[in-house]
Every structure is written in C-alpha cells, then in structure tokens.
C-alpha cells in the first residue's frame, strides 16, 4: 500500500515554513525523500534510516517516528526553488533498494 | 553521481502498437529500475531489472505486457507492449550507483508516451 501524505498541495510566500509528512500503515526500514520539478526527473533529498538520527540539509530537515511508521520533511524559510512536487519513498528491509512513493505533496512558493 | 540517459524522450503511439524505451547510464550499477508515473501522479514500480537473469515484476506488472532486457551492467530495454491508452504515462528508469550504500537513486528524465 501506497504511503499517504499531507498535505496534497500548499502555497507559501518566500521565507515561510513547510511540514510535509509522510504515514505508512507498515512498518519501515527506511523512508527516503525526493523533490520532482515540473518536466524532470526526481532528484534525491535525504534518507532516513531505522534508529537513526533526524538529518538536516541547509534549510530542508526531516525525521523519522519509526514507531508511527511516519515522516516529516521541514523546510525552513522557503525559497523560490523549493517549488516543486516532494515523495516520500519507503523501504521496508535493509537492502531492499525498492521504494513504495507516497501519493505526494505539490509545493508552490510565491514571491 | 550517475547520469542516465533515456530514448526516447517523447512519444506518440497508435492503440496496439509497440514501443521499446532504451536507458543507458555513464557507469556500471547493479540495480536498474523502471517506474511509470502517470499524469499528476506518483511514481510506481513496474519491475526491477536484473544483469543476466529475468526481470523481477511488481504485482500488477507482467512480462508478457512490459518485457525487460538488461544486457549489460549500463544499459535496460522496457517495452511497452500492445499499447492502449491506458498506457499513457511518463517511464522513468531509475539506478542505484554500485558501491555508494547512501540509498539514492538517479533517475533519467522519462519517456513520456501518449497513446491514441
């Protein structure tokens, strides 16, 4: 089952925060995140692995609730070039190179 | 990091026809993928494709309707089999770098195929 996630679409006005958050109903090994602009491909963000730590990258964080099966991805004081649609991807054994993309979050960022 | 290249770009197919969709990446890897998204949505796993043995199909996902080859460690054939409209969709094929072990995977910029 696909791993759901919300919201389905936001706007923001540069310089605003955004939560996206990503649930799954089983339980996970990892849960990776990508950002797709529109016409391109999906380029790699973060993962996250079971019992590890959040991880951070410039403004764009994310966690991990192992025990909820669920993840957030922060993205602090947004910038124009984080438009874009974000998937959370999730793995479920160590090794298992195969991801279940969540439903995704469309992300606008408005002047 | 891995850079992939995908033929065709675009595409448009009459019902019932075939296309075959090349993917050829700058360097060895172990683990090619082929995804479709359809429009506005997701990414799906269609089957991951495997060096010297068949093509290893997700549920939903069969080898008479979207065979598989991979030739070598750089290179992967999808094709999409008795198009019908349906199958309309961007295909992306995705890999794995060999000995990277950070879980990122490279994606090529897609087919996009329409189906009339």
């Known amino acids: 089952q696909q791993p759901v996630q919300s919201p389905q679409a936001v706007i923001l006005r540069e310089g605003e925060d955004a939560v996206i958050n990503c649930s799954s109903s089983?339980?996970?090994?990892?849960v990776h995140w990508y950002r797709q602009k529109h016409g391109e491909a999906p380029v790699f963000l973060m993962i996250?692995?079971?019992?590890?730590e959040q991880k951070g990258h410039e403004k764009i964080s994310a966690s991990f609730n192992e025990k909820k099966q669920q993840s957030s991805l922060y993205l602090t004081a947004s910038q124009l070039s984080y438009s874009g649609t974000y998937f959370c991807?999730?793995?479920?054994?160590?090794?298992?190179?195969?991801?279940?993309f969540g439903t995704g979050t469309r992300l606008t960022i408005i002047p | 990091s891995a850079v992939i290249s995908q033929k065709p770009s675009r595409d448009i197919c009459q019902r019932g026809t075939s296309l075959t969709i090349q993917c050829q990446v700058d360097?060895?890897?172990?683990?090619m993928f082929w995804y479709r998204q359809q429009p506005g949505q997701s990414l799906t796993l269609i089957a991951t494709?495997?060096?010297?043995?068949?093509?290893?199909?997700e549920s939903g996902f069969v080898i008479d309707k979207f065979p598989i080859s991979r030739p070598n460690l750089t290179f992967s054939t999808l094709t999409v089999s008795n198009m019908s409209p349906e199958d309309s969709s961007i295909y992306l094929c995705?890999?794995?770098?060999?000995?990277?072990?950070?879980?990122?995977?490279?994606f090529g910029e897609g087919s996009r195929l329409t189906v009339l």
């Open positions: 995705s890999v794995e770098e060999a000995g990277r072990n950070t879980g990122e995977l490279f």
């Open positions: 991807g999730t793995a479920i054994n160590f090794g298992n190179e195969k991801l279940t």
């Open positions: 089983k339980a996970l090994y990892s």
């Open positions: 360097s060895q890897v172990t683990m």
């Open positions: 996250l692995l079971k019992g590890g």
């Open positions: 494709a495997n060096q010297g043995s068949e093509a290893t199909y």
